[in-house]
């Protein structure tokens, strides 16, 4: 069998590509701690506001703690990227599991709004969505085709030309 060229080097590209997904990473690992996920206004005019550094500083409530581990679990893909970048060769379950963990991340965002928006417009209030969510769930999408392009360009030694 002969050896695999730049496996323990990866392509510009490559290198380019996983910078790309550890910002993005960062910056969805940053909205979710430091942004408004979700705003209601009820029909008295109190205004609430639903972040992760808000849940935490009043109460510390379990939503804030979720919060906070969600946004730590967004830095798993953030060290592969980092680590991939700089050429130290990554075994592909990890990849494969830190995807997964950003796109749960995801998931459990969206019905996190999904459930918020419903319980505020069944109870009369009316609500948006913060730039918080907005920015943690786009860099998410980057995140996870930057990372599928990544793990692809990884797997180029080991397909057949």
Do not use: C, K
């Not at 510009?12 to 705003?39: K, N």
């Not at 639903?50 to 893909?77: H, K, M, N, Q, T």
């Not at 700089?86 to 599991?97: A, H, I, S, T, Y």
């Amino acid at each position: 069998m002969a050896p695999m060229p730049h496996v323990d080097a990866p392509s510009p590209t490559a290198r380019m590509v996983f910078i790309g997904a550890f910002a993005s990473s960062l910056a969805a690992s940053s909205f979710l701690l430091i942004g408004d996920l979700f705003r209601s206004t009820d029909s008295s005019g109190i205004e609430s506001v639903i972040s992760v550094v808000e849940l935490l500083s009043r109460d510390a409530s379990a939503g804030g703690w979720v919060g906070l581990l969600l946004a730590l679990v967004l830095l798993f893909p953030a060290y592969l990227a980092l680590m991939s970048a700089v050429g130290m060769w990554q075994r592909r379950e990890r990849f494969q599991l830190a995807g997964m963990s950003a796109a749960g991340v995801l998931a459990v965002l969206f019905i996190s709004v999904w459930q918020w928006s419903r319980s505020e417009s069944n109870a009369g209030n009316e609500w948006e969505i913060g730039v918080g969510t907005f920015g943690a769930a786009i860099a998410i999408i980057a995140l996870l085709l930057l990372w599928r392009a990544g793990m692809w360009l990884l797997d180029e030694p080991y397909r057949d030309r």
